[in-house]
């Protein structure tokens, strides 16, 4: 893989993969202002720390996960670099590439303007495998051995962090049955930073892997060498992808937290340290065992699962429905719009 000054010299002797690592940088800065800020959501929610606190918090883990947990294990980026197949012409798939990331910035945007947390992650892979079905004319660029994987996350994300979110906040008040109410109240709302601040470390560790290689995708097919001839992660492509998640999450990370930490679902403190601590194991088990989860659907469902121990009246079921109808549109919607777009940037370049 190119060192970063060869890199600047592939950018400006290929204005095509300039526009397309704008493009992919576009798609990590949206991430980080929609997806970043599910992290630190109920913490503010619970008033154990202030929004702007909260954010800044969130900027150092993500970059933190993104660029620490690369060293330890990659198998997340390295599902997404074997879950399509773009084909042999690489200027081809560098368009097609093109057309995905596009179709994903439009998709975030739209979201994050409605203050809706949509999974950039199953938009990402949406994108992407409606963009290869586009160049192959079929779906044999797409790996369905690799692909499967998607569906295991899905299933993971959702039953145990709705699981673990719903028995950690049934054993603690059990369990602090006879402590006194205000300082374990104090206890958890720290406890609760903490949560929160491993949920933006996982964070960074799936989502910033993704990005990362998708970005390194486009460098591959710029070279003229295939996808399958990548080699490893340079750390100035990580340090690119965590830097600009980190801005997203700074610039745009206030109104998703406002909907999941505000609006959804009324936690109290041990509810949001128990929804941080089952969205952190639920994250951490799939990065190591490189399934491509949403870190959205992780922790959105931990979080209903806390609440609904309690009351399931106390979750706002309407906003659940309202984020639950986006995510089934994400791989639809988005697969479409990468398969259009492909094809019309296929016809026009």
């Not at 910033?208 to 070279?223: D, E, P, R, V, Y």
């Not at 994250?283 to 309690?310: D, E, F, Q, R």
């Not at 089934?328 to 026009?348: Q, R």
Request: a positive charge; one cysteine or more.
């Amino acid at each position: 893989m190119a060192e970063f000054p060869q890199f600047l010299d592939a950018l400006a002797s290929n204005p095509f993969l300039a526009i397309v690592m704008v493009l992919v940088m576009g798609s990590i800065f949206v991430n980080g202002s929609t997806d970043a800020a599910n992290a630190i959501a109920e913490p503010v929610g619970t008033r154990s720390i202030s929004v702007r606190h909260a954010i800044i918090m969130s900027v150092i883990c993500n970059f933190i996960g993104l660029v620490g947990m690369s060293v330890i294990s990659t198998a997340v980026a390295d599902t997404m670099s074997s879950m399509v197949d773009f084909g042999g012409d690489t200027r081809a798939a560098l368009i097609a590439l093109a057309a995905a990331t596009v179709g994903i910035v439009a998709w975030g945007v739209g979201a994050w303007l409605f203050g809706i947390p949509t999974s950039e992650s199953h938009a990402l892979i949406a994108g992407l495998t409606g963009a290869a079905i586009a160049v192959h004319g079929g779906i044999e660029g797409v790996n369905m051995g690799e692909w499967v994987k998607v569906v295991y996350g899905l299933v993971l994300s959702t039953v145990l962090g709705f699981a673990a979110g719903w028995a950690i906040s049934r054993i603690i008040p059990r369990a602090c049955k006879k402590a006194d109410r205000r300082s374990t109240n104090d206890f958890f709302g720290r406890m609760q930073v903490f949560g929160a601040a491993g949920v933006a470390l996982m964070h960074g560790a799936q989502d910033g892997q993704k990005f990362m290689s998708t970005a390194c995708m486009a460098l591959a097919l710029a070279q003229g060498i295939g996808v399958e001839s990548m080699d490893g992660f340079p750390l100035w492509i990580q340090v690119m992808c965590a830097a600009t998640m980190a801005i997203g999450t700074a610039v745009g990370g206030k109104k998703i937290i406002k909907t999941v930490g505000m609006n959804m679902v009324k936690l109290e403190k041990y509810q949001g340290f128990a929804a941080s601590a089952s969205a952190t194991a639920s994250l951490l088990v799939a990065t190591l065992t490189g399934l491509p989860v949403s870190t959205t659907h992780t922790k959105t469902a931990a979080i209903m699962g806390a609440g609904a121990a309690k009351d399931v009246r106390s979750v706002n079921w309407a906003v659940a429905r309202d984020m639950v109808l986006t995510w089934v549109c994400t791989f639809p919607g988005c697969g479409l719009i990468g398969f259009l777009l492909a094809k019309l940037f296929l016809l026009v370049f």
